[in-house]
């Protein structure tokens, strides 16, 4: 009866850090690999665009890959007067001007696709070309319902957001949709964590696990966010990890332990829960605790 | 010919700020009539595009030589087609002003 009520729920979750290198995507493989054996609709949505490697760990077939594009400008130096208008208009310095030398370029890397610039000019000089930002693709795990989305951005782009937000997208909202989020507490962050119903911040014990978890978690509280944290490599370092989440009343999850036999499996791109059966008990538990108390239910 | 010379300050003995389109201030030094020109750079907190909007303040100055200590992927491309030269200089504790006087 229990397992019927969390299999009519929906939820996001987030796997997220201040800090890199802290399990983010151990955590997400592990818990997509959990939730796909156990519930029918489960999607993992890897919105670590710069760097995205989730999809390494898993068995998938590609259904689809969309192109994420942006528009930004061209000028057609015939029309244009050098008036310098859209230069002023534009708030990145996208627009490179030299009126005496009769010079004008866009900086495609540098365009937000705001569109200021074709509303500034009065002649008609400005047109708009789609720009690739990256690309967003939709896998299918083998054997299961169950699907892989992976945001991966252009090398030479500005900002991963807009191909993050394709694959949030993609991801959609029904079933249990896992974000492995992009490291750091800046936009692409922000844009990952703002419809989940849940954030879990993972860090280490220590100084610098310590140092950018607060840093998330004085974010998610700007934001209104639920979390709660995963330590990972606990057994390293020091207790105040610990002390500053009694403090602060922060949940703790789940411990994962400095264990070589994690690593062993992470190096292979081995999914640790598989081969681990207490650690995959442990986040079936957490995530169980999780959408009792965050899921939305479907009615 | 005007030359540009990345500043850290506003005087000739102030040192040869490393970074280009982020640098404090410029110094338009004319080789013909010897006379500087310091000005503070706006680009220097841009949030993005210094290099590109530095580029375009030097060379509205008509500056054909840029002395820095580095310069940014991005304007490579756009000094080349405005035919001004980057001369990179690695010791940045070199003033402004023995950097005239090598150009003299």
Redesign the interface.
């Given at each position: 009866m229990e397992e019927l009520i969390l299999k009519n729920k929906n939820i996001k979750i987030a796997i997220a850090s201040g800090k890199g290198g802290t399990g983010k995507t151990l955590l997400s493989t592990s818990l997509f690999s959990v939730l796909k054996n156990n519930y029918d609709n489960v999607c993992l949505v890897d919105c670590d665009a710069e760097e995205p490697n989730s999809g390494i760990f898993l068995n998938k077939e590609l259904i689809s890959t969309d192109i994420v594009t942006q528009r930004v400008p061209v000028i057609d130096t015939d029309k244009c007067t050098y008036c310098g208008k859209c230069h002023d208009y534009c708030s990145?310095?996208?627009i490179?001007?030299?009126p005496?030398?009769k010079?004008i370029?866009v900086?495609n890397?540098?365009c937000h696709g705001c569109g200021a610039c074709t509303v500034a000019c009065e002649f008609g000089a400005l047109t708009e070309i789609d720009y690739e930002q990256g690309t967003v693709s939709e896998y299918k795990i083998k054997d299961t319902q169950s699907r892989f989305v992976e945001s991966r951005m252009k090398v030479g782009v500005?900002s991963p957001v807009d191909v993050i937000k394709a694959g949030l997208k993609k991801g959609g909202d029904k079933g249990i949709v896992i974000y492995d989020a992009p490291p750091g507490t800046s936009c692409p962050f922000i844009h990952t964590v703002t419809k989940v119903d849940f954030v879990v911040l993972i860090t280490e014990p220590t100084p610098f696990g310590l140092s950018d978890l607060k840093q998330s978690v004085e974010t998610l509280k700007t934001m209104d966010k639920n979390y709660g944290v995963v330590i990972n490599r606990a057994g390293l370092g020091n207790d105040d990890v610990y002390a500053y989440l009694k403090e602060n009343n922060i949940p703790l999850l789940i411990e994962i332990p400095f264990d070589r036999e994690i690593a062993n499996h992470y190096s292979k791109a081995e999914i640790a829960s598989e081969y681990m059966p207490d650690f995959s008990d442990k986040l079936n538990n957490m995530f169980e605790k999780i959408i009792k108390e965050h899921g939305n239910s479907s009615n | 010919m005007k030359v540009a010379i990345t500043s850290t300050g506003d005087n000739l003995e102030s040192k040869i700020d490393p970074r280009f389109g982020r640098c404090a201030f410029f110094v338009i030094y004319d080789t013909e009539t010897k006379s500087t020109e310091f000005l503070l750079n706006p680009?220097k907190n841009?949030?993005?595009?210094?290099g590109?909007?530095s580029?375009?303040m030097v060379?509205?100055k008509g500056a054909k030589k840029i002395v820095s200590g580095e310069f940014g992927m991005?304007i490579k491309s756009?000094l080349d087609?405005?035919e001004i030269q980057m001369i990179v200089i690695k010791d940045h504790q070199k003033t402004v002003k023995s950097i005239i006087d090598m150009l003299k």
């Open positions: 990145y310095n996208a490179f001007i030299l005496p030398y010079i370029r900086i890397e540098l500005m | 680009n841009a949030s993005n595009g210094a590109p909007a580029v375009q060379a509205d991005k756009m087609g405005l």
